[in-house]
């Protein structure tokens, strides 16, 4: 048995259990609180939210996961500073740590603020920089999605694979719209307006994690977004990947936990894609 699955039993849990431990645990209580929260806060500007449910549910993860771990390292959204510079810090400050989690206790909060049924939690796991488990759970719908690195990723118990299309005429594609409106957005509005008229259609439905984890379901062929942060990509990435599709930046470098500009796809289509947003300067 090799050092890390030796470790990945310590005390009994797998890694894997730990993490769908605490994101259905997290996801139960948030979905009792729908309609009910009671403090709104803004964070780096009037889109970026937060609820006492972010920061309750990042608690409750935050404490099983030590239980469980009491030497790994943790990187919770609501545990940040706001804002894209502070993000990319705290990551670059853990890198170096052999085992870190990386959650991100709600992400869809603008969904969850409205009771617009989109929005998930976001739990990984990295090993020395790469992620070896992601969860992903959406209370209300109660799907599960679970990545394990080399085994392959599952909903509800089933494998999933990405979607077949080849080309973007007939994908259906999802991005957001970045609560940073100095830079990301107006970026994104220029990827928006040129590969929407390329493809079958286009959602925007306010939960990057929650839409990863719908490509690698095959539910949608492509997402892409500017200005992301750690926590709402690294388990929807391994989802991805484990399921068969391709996660770059968007200039196509792969994946690693510093992405900020995301691109994944089914991989048949990524190329177009990028080629799209570099087409219109719309890809950094
Ligand atoms: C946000 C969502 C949204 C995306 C934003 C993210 P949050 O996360 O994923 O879809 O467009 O860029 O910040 O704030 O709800 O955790
Ligand atoms: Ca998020
Ligand atoms: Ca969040």
Redesign the pocket.
């Known amino acids: 048995m090799s050092d890390q699955l030796n470790a990945s039993v310590v005390g009994g849990k797998s890694f894997t259990a730990v993490a769908i431990n605490c994101a259905s645990k997290a996801g139960e209580w948030i979905k009792t609180k729908l309609g009910n929260y009671a403090s709104l806060d803004i964070k780096y500007s009037s889109h ?2 937060v609820t006492e449910i ?1 920061k309750g549910s990042e608690r409750l993860i935050k404490n099983l996961v030590m239980t469980h771990f009491p030497h790994h390292s943790f990187l919770g ?1 609501e545990g940040v500073e706001p804002g894209p510079k502070a993000s990319a810090k705290a990551l670059e400050d853990k890198l170096d740590a052999e085992y870190l989690w990386i959650v ?1 206790p ?6 969850f603020v409205h009771g617009f049924p989109f ?1 998930c939690v976001s739990i990984a796991l990295a090993h020395k920089g790469d992620v070896i488990v992601g969860v992903v759970y959406d209370p209300v719908k109660d799907e599960l999605f679970v990545a394990e690195k080399g085994k392959g990723a599952y909903v509800h118990g089933k494998r999933m694979s990405v979607s077949s299309e080849e080309t973007l005429r007939g994908s259906l594609v999802a991005t ?5 409106h100095h830079y ?1 957005l107006p970026v994104n509005l220029k990827g928006i307006a040129a590969v929407a008229p390329q493809v079958r259609n286009l959602r925007i ?5 929650l ?1 990863m984890a719908y490509v690698a379901a095959g539910r949608l062929s492509g997402f892409w ?1 500017i ?3 750690s ?2 990509l690294a388990a929807g990435a391994l989802l991805i990947q484990e399921s068969g599709g391709i996660v770059t930046d968007t200039n196509g470098k792969p994946y690693d936990l510093s992405v900020r500009n995301v691109m994944a796809s089914n991989g048949r289509i990524q190329d177009e894609l990028i080629a799209a947003l570099a087409a219109a300067n719309a890809n950094e």
């Open positions: 970026d939210l972010d959204e991100d709600i992400d869809g909060t603008t969904n929005f957001g719209l970045p609560a940073d990301a439905a306010g939960s990057a994690a839409h977004e200005g992301l942060s926590w709402d």
